[in-house]
């Protein structure tokens, strides 16, 4: 018989390492892990198969629909902003078209069960583009529906298929006799900078909050890619697992729209060093703003509007921007370097 299963892509990078932990804890269904790296190996035992493979690889896909009952789709892989810049057709290959064989993947298992399979798909704030500075800092709390002209290629695959999403769960095949008998239920979450004590990020533009953090905890000297007074909302990793979940569990009566912004707090470069510097007073930080990444960062709101998410489904962070560093952060990443240092 074949059993129901979350099928988790992404699954080695910075959040497929907390939903992972999350949802094996719980222990209520079991996990598919697809990463085209190798999965961590404490993450493998939480897990029914850790499978190294690529979205773009239909086949493999191909055999999963065949093999496994899929309840959940949480399509967490990606290229993300900074590294799509420098190979913007291969990220749009991942981001787009690896995007598109899962959602078709998604509608090849809902009309095998006779039902929707959830379609749960991270979106970002690199979706929203203000034209400059000063409108950046006038904005406010931005709506989803407001300032959607991305400058990077991670942004407009992500806004593009936030679209198809939205198709494949409304439209898909609206002239066909069948139609209205394969819909996903599609999901999507725009998550603000996300902040993790346990993983380091790779090839995000929010990633000098979280490298600041780490390269003190280490004793390492870093130079801060953006301005001191560039704001941007952020998240703590756990709240933004809480979102995934929150959101995966709703009841699809609830909700009134497939995107919803979600936020934390919002915070300047020059206040996260404060704090940093604050926990690490050794810590060597420097400003040096690299042109194009500041202009990114720049074109990103400083704010984001969640009240839709806290109306459909009961949004509300865990972690305010106190509670984030002094129960989770800090914390969590002396413990993350002290066990290292232990081990070496
Ligand atoms: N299977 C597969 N995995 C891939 C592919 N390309 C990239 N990946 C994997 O996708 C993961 C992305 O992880 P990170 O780079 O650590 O990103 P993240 O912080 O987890 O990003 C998440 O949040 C973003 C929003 O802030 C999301 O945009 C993103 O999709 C992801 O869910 C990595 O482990 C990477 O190996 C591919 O073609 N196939």
Redesign the pocket.
Known sequence: MRKEVVLI??A?????HGLIQHLGQQGTFDIIA????PLDDHLKPYCLRAIQ????DTMLLGRLVAEFEIRTIYH?????STKAEYNPEAAHR?NVE?TLNLLRLAVEQSQWQGKPVKFLY???IAVYGLPDLETKRCAGKVKEYNWLEPTTMYGCN?LYCEHLGRYYARYYRQLAADYGQSSVDFRSIR?PG?ISAVTL????TSDYGPEMLHHAAQGLPYKCFVRPDTRLPFMAMPDAIKALLQLEAAPRSALSQYVYNVTSFSISAEEFYQIVKKAFPEAEITFDPHPNRQKIVDSWPEDVDDSAARQDWGWQPDYDLERAFSEYLIPAVRQRYEVARQVR
Do not use: H, R, Y
Request: net charge negative; hydrophobic share 40%.
């Open positions: 892509t992404g080695n990078g910075e959040m497929g697809l990463d085209v790296q493979g690529d979205i773009l967490l892989a990606s290229i993300l991942v690896g991270p979106s970002s992500k998550f996300l990020p790779t090839g995000g």
